[in-house]
Every structure is written in C-alpha cells, then in structure tokens.
C-alpha cells in the first residue's frame, strides 16, 4: 500500500499481535478481492457466459516474510468443474490474451464428430482479439479497490496504536529520592 496515508510498522512483535494484524490484512484483501470478482463479471463478454464461472481470488501468505498478498486469476475447467459449475469451452488463456489466425486440420481423421454428423475435415480459424478483461478491470477499479480495504487499514492502525500503549507502559522510572 505504498503511497496512501496508512504506514504499517510493527512495535509489538507478540504472537497475538502478529496473529491480530495478519487476519486484518487478509480480511482487507479478501474484501477487495470481492470487489474485483464483481466487476470482472460485469466485464466478460457476453460471448463467453461460463466464463464468470472461472473467476477467482486467493489470499496467500508468504512463509518466510509474513506478507499476505491477493492474486486474482481464472480457475482451469477442472476447478470448476470441481464446484459443481459449468465450465466455459474457451480457455481464460484466449479470452485475455487473444489467439492467431491458425488451421485446426485432422489428418487422417475427421475434424468433430456429433452423433452421426461430422463437422469439417480442415477449419481455419481466424483468431481473436486479446480482452485484456483481468488487467483493465483491476487497473480501472483501483480506487474502488482501496476503499474496500479502508476499513482495514484502520483497524490495522488502531490496533499498531494499542501495541504502542502495551509497550510504553513497560519503561519504569527509577528516582534517588
């Protein structure tokens, strides 16, 4: 969160302030994880209506740094599949980044088979455009996405400020009265 108002840095280093400020962290995260998940679904194209489907966020949290971190990605048919969804027939892969014009021949072999009709021996494909629909949207949407983890960020910095409290209190004053 470089640049906004909210510095984090850790005073207290007790496992139940570690414990308190990474459940905050996550629940931020997740919160805009929400918000990206909505406007990705607003966004797919009509064309594609499985497609919202294979939408996802996870949380994650580094091991060796303790930095939680959101990644938002399509799930692979599989995974939906696994969710009782149905899954779209166009990979997330060709809906992002678009394909080439390209020949899907058979050799040898008939090109689909439907009951008893068979489509096309040789198709040629035409392409197409990359949708760049994950990047634009999470791009478009920052500001939406900070303020859902406003929240957040301020009870991250009221509970930085009690760990504050707890470790004053600690210093003790000798006089030689």
Known sequence: MAGTKYNVTFVDKSDEVK????????????ASGKVIRQYLRQNIPLRTKNFKNHIGTWVMVNR??????????FYGWQKVR???KKPSHASPWWIEFGTTPHAMPKEGRKFMRYEDNVFGFHVNHPGQRPTNVLRNTVLDHVADIRAAQEQYLVEISKTIDEAKLKTAGWEEVEDDD
């Open 64 to 73: 060796e740094t303790g930095q939680p971190t959101l990644q938002v990605g």
């Open 19 to 30: 414990k308190t400020l990474l459940g905050l962290s996550k629940s931020a995260l997740r």
């Open 82 to 84: 696994s969710k009782n």
